[in-house]
């Protein structure tokens, strides 16, 4: 009896951390061919664009997306003047550049988006997946998920049967 449910318990393991594995690679694939495609991700640090993308998530930006293409009530990205990527909706278009507000601001930021600080559309974004992707870009993060990734395929390898 002791070894039956030893070899089902080794199975069951061995199918779960065969589906872990899979999912890891299919995520690295995914992110492989977003960022071939000009598809960047950027964590959302604060909460202007709140309802709409919420602090924590996940940006996908679309940099092949051409300035000119930018339209009122899109939602773009930008460089702002000390140089971190803002994701704020167009609320006018013209000649002298684009102005934005985050949604939940009541001010707009002015004419803050020209061609030259211009990153590219937002597409979508992911709820809480930029805590994640920060808290893995820190070195204890990538020490761990180095680790686990390690970890789950020694023990694929070590519970196949031969």
């Known amino acids: 009896m002791r070894r039956k449910i030893k070899k089902t318990i080794k199975h069951i393991t061995g199918s779960v951390l065969n589906v872990l594995l899979a999912l890891l690679v299919i995520l690295v694939a995914a992110v492989f061919l977003l960022r071939l495609a000009g598809i960047r991700?950027?964590?959302?640090?604060?909460?202007?664009?709140?309802?709409?993308?919420?602090?924590?998530?996940?940006?996908?930006?679309?940099?092949?997306?051409?300035y000119a293409d930018v339209r009122e009530g899109d939602v773009i990205a930008f460089r702002s003047a000390m140089g971190t990527?803002?994701?704020?909706?167009?609320?006018?278009?013209t000649e002298h550049g684009v102005e934005t507000r985050g949604d939940s601001n009541r001010v707009s930021d002015g004419i803050t988006t020209t061609e030259e600080n211009y990153v590219g559309e937002t597409m979508?974004?992911?709820?809480?997946?930029?805590?994640?992707?920060?808290?893995?870009?820190?070195?204890?993060?990538?020490?761990?998920t180095a680790l686990g990734a390690l970890g789950m395929f020694l023990?694929?390898?070590?519970?196949?049967?031969p």
Not at 54 to 64: A, D, I
Not at 124 to 144: D, H, I, N, Q, R
């Open 85 to 93: 990527v803002v994701t704020h909706r167009a609320v006018a278009v």
């Open 124 to 144: 979508a974004s992911l709820p809480y997946a930029g805590y994640v992707l920060w808290v893995a870009s820190t070195k204890a993060g990538k020490c761990v």
């Open 41 to 66: 991700p950027y964590i959302v640090m604060s909460g202007s664009m709140e309802p709409a993308i919420m602090t924590g998530s996940l940006c996908f930006v679309n940099m092949n997306a051409e």
């Open 155 to 161: 023990a694929v390898v070590l519970t196949r049967e």
